[in-house]
């Protein structure tokens, strides 16, 4: 399931960027960043980037994810983070995956999830990354007394 999980915080994770504030001159390769510059690291970017990802970086594949994330990003690793990076990585992280693998078994152990026609692909960005007009899908019981 690890891989279902990872191929949508690939594609849609929450967060576009993530902000760190330089404390001194740093030099960062052929840059030269100032003392207290903000930056915006676009973890989106990242995540989109066809140099990394290969030519079907846009395409749902979370086979990409079969053998690990160091072999998903060709040992790039810091090519993938949802949850950010270093020490102010997301305390969330193993709480946040957790949650989502106990609620998807308890799910499908009672239903088959299908998209609804209705849906509408519309992923847009206010604050975090959501679905614009939410997902719709048909849930069918596996149970008949259900
Ligand atoms: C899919 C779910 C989640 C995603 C994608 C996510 C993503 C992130 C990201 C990108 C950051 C910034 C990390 C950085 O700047 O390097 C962050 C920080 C944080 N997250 Fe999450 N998060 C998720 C769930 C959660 C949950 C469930 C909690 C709490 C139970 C949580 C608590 C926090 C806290 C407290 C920080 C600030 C950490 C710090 O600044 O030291 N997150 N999260």
């Known amino acids: 399931m690890t891989m279902i999980i990872n191929e949508p915080l690939r594609l849609y994770g929450p ?5 760190r504030k330089g404390g001194s001159e740093v030099r960062l390769g052929n840059l030269v960043l100032p003392a207290d510059i903000d930056i ?8 989109h980037d066809p140099q990394l990802w290969g030519d079907n970086v846009h395409l749902f594949k979370p086979e990409r994810f079969a053998e690990g994330i160091a072999k998903a990003t060709n040992y790039n690793t ?13 305390v969330g992280t193993t709480f946040a ?11 499908l152990q009672r239903y088959t999830i299908s998209l609804s ?9 206010i604050i975090t990354v959501k679905p614009q007009h939410g997902i719709q ?8 007394d259900a």
């Open 137 to 144: 899908v048909i849930l069918q019981s596996l149970h008949h």
């Open 40 to 47: 915006l690291i676009a973890n989106a970017a990242l995540h």
């Open 15 to 19: 967060a576009v960027g993530l902000l």
């Open 117 to 125: 026609p209705a849906y509408v692909h519309a992923p847009v960005s």
């Open 97 to 107: 995956i957790m949650e989502v693998k106990i609620a998807v078994s308890m799910i």
């Open 78 to 90: 810091t090519a993938f983070c949802p949850f950010g990076l270093g020490p102010r990585t997301c």
